[in-house]
């Protein structure tokens, strides 16, 4: 199992930026990369970007892409995405998940960092 945990959350402001960390601990060596999630109030969970532990190889959601950035700290077991020109609209529950496989389930999952916008 992975153990998985958001930091970096809280209240900021339109157009604001904000960073967000997810550390990884116990079984890293079986995971295949760390997607990012989020799940605004009354609406399904959307996986918003991923990146792989090795090469780095990393998708964005359109909708963010340009002003979000997924990135990794191998060393410190770490992913981190950066958030610039936060808008109301990106307000939501901000979760990490690792997966094993490329292309398969993720299956650990940290408790979630909450981000509210205020416009």
């Known amino acids: 199992q992975v153990h998985l945990v958001e930091s970096g959350g809280g209240l900021v402001q339109a157009g604001d930026s904000l960073r967000l960390s997810c550390a990884a601990s116990g079984r890293t060596g079986s995971s295949y990369g760390i997607g990012w999630f989020r799940q605004a109030p009354g609406k399904e969970r959307e996986n918003i970007a991923v990146?792989?532990?090795?090469?780095?190889?990393?998708w964005v959601l359109g909708s963010v892409k340009g002003r979000f950035t997924i990135s990794k700290d191998n060393a410190a077991n770490t992913v981190y995405l950066q958030m610039n020109d936060l808008q109301s609209e990106d307000t939501a529950v901000y979760y990490c998940?690792?997966?094993?496989?490329?292309?398969?389930?993720?299956?650990?999952w940290g408790q979630g960092t909450q981000l509210p916008v205020s416009s």
């Open positions: 998940a690792s997966k094993d496989i490329k292309d398969g389930p993720y299956q650990d």
């Open positions: 990146i792989s532990w090795i090469g780095g190889a990393t």
